[in-house]
């Protein structure tokens, strides 16, 4: 078997990471709103963490409730920009970071599973419940974790 070069292998992790997250978000989401109703609440682990099943019309956490297409359409430029940004550096022979491949197939992977969510129902299904945080899922945290890896890799960058 040919070896893969370092733009072929960023291109299938980004692909494997990005479908990973929207496959397991799939699944969470189906799982819990077969299991749980609409509110219905199922602790895992008493007042820390709980399984609770809602409709967020929002964005992330809740913010901005019932703000119909932009919702839809917000995520689309988003995953549309995430792609161009591989593209631009593959193109220009730039080679980009597996942190910063790592944060983009997260963040892509979570807009894609939100977005599926705002398309087909009309909200995102959250289940994730902490009890002092608004209530979230699997796309939610692959967002935040990506963001969090370009802000430190930024923060490192800027800090030389």
């Given at each position: 078997?040919?070896?893969?070069?370092?733009?072929?292998?960023?291109?299938?992790?980004?692909?494997?990471?990005?479908?990973?997250?929207?496959?397991?978000?799939?699944?969470?989401?189906?799982?819990?709103?077969?299991?749980?109703?609409?509110?219905?609440?199922?602790?895992?682990?008493?007042?820390?963490?709980?399984?609770?099943?809602?409709?967020?019309?929002?964005?992330?956490?809740?913010?901005?409730?019932?703000?119909?297409?932009?919702?839809?359409?917000?995520?689309?430029?988003?995953?549309?920009?995430?792609?161009?940004?591989?593209?631009?550096?593959?193109?220009?022979?730039?080679?980009?970071?597996?942190?910063?491949?790592?944060?983009?197939?997260?963040?892509?992977?979570?807009?894609?599973?939100?977005l599926i969510d705002r398309i087909?129902?009309?909200?995102?299904?959250?289940?994730?419940?902490?009890?002092?945080?608004?209530?979230?899922?699997?796309?939610?945290?692959?967002?935040?974790?990506?963001?969090?890896?370009?802000?430190?890799?930024?923060?490192?960058?800027?800090?030389?």
């Amino acid at each position: 078997m040919k070896d893969l070069t370092r733009s072929q292998f960023n291109i299938l992790f980004t692909l494997i990471t990005t479908f990973s997250v929207v496959i397991i978000d799939r699944v969470t989401k189906l799982f819990f709103s077969e299991l749980l109703g609409y509110r219905e609440s199922l602790p895992v682990i008493r007042n820390i963490l709980h399984m609770t099943l809602v409709h967020n019309t929002g964005i992330a956490f809740g913010f901005f409730k019932d703000q119909g297409i932009v919702f839809i359409v917000i995520p689309i430029i988003a995953i549309f920009l995430l792609i161009f940004n591989i593209y631009y550096y593959r193109q220009n022979n730039e080679a980009l970071s597996r942190v910063y491949i790592l944060a983009f197939s997260l963040i892509l992977g979570g807009a894609i599973g939100n977005l599926i969510d705002r398309i087909v129902y009309g909200y995102v299904i959250d289940f994730i419940d902490l009890r002092v945080w608004p209530v979230f899922n699997v796309a939610d945290s692959a967002i935040t974790i990506g963001a969090i890896l370009i802000a430190v890799k930024c923060f490192r960058l800027s800090a030389k």
